[in-house]
């Protein structure tokens, strides 16, 4: 297969930084909704969780997708590879797990949330279901945040990668 060019690389590398610092700003911000709507707009809760979901559906979505298929096109078409670098196969690792977390617990728990907050408002506070599922959700988004931070990390630091020889 052919490689990038350095330029190439460059460019990609851009779009790559663009994904990844929006959807660890989009995840943030979900964070942020999720703590403090609640407490500030309680009489409208339908109206914070429709917001996480569409924070979730449109924007966190296509930022991941946009993001595997970057580091697809970087794996295949640059010397970086999926495990030439332990650093990156750990990445890559992280990243497969972060995903089914995402659609499989809270994707899910907003849109329960989001059904529940539509029938009942203010009132929800009061739902065992919808307490559960917000205490979930804090737990999760912190856990994806910080897997989210430690990626980042692990780009800048390039741990575990081979000594230079002089």
């Not at 979730?56 to 970087?74: K, W």
Request: net charge positive; with cysteine; glycine share 6%.
């Amino acid at each position: 297969m052919g490689k990038l060019s350095a330029t190439g690389q460059k460019f990609l590398k851009i779009f790559h930084l663009i994904f990844v610092a929006s959807w660890t700003g989009s995840g943030l911000a979900l964070g942020v909704i999720s703590w403090v709507g609640p407490i500030l707009m309680k009489d409208d809760l339908y109206s914070v969780y429709f917001i996480m979901s569409i924070i979730d559906i449109y924007l966190i979505m296509p930022l991941v997708i946009g993001t595997l298929i970057i580091g697809l096109i970087f794996s295949f078409f640059t010397n970086w590879g999926f495990y030439k670098h332990s650093w990156i196969a750990v990445k890559w690792v992280i990243f497969i797990i972060q995903i089914p977390i995402g659609a499989l617990f809270l994707k899910p728990i907003v849109t329960t949330n989001v059904s529940i907050a539509k029938l009942e408002q203010g009132l929800s506070l009061n739902n065992p279901v919808f307490l559960h599922n917000q205490q979930l959700f804090h737990f999760i988004n912190i856990l994806q945040f910080s897997l989210l931070i430690l990626l980042i990390c692990i780009s800048v630091l390039k741990p575990w990668r081979r000594a230079k020889t002089v």
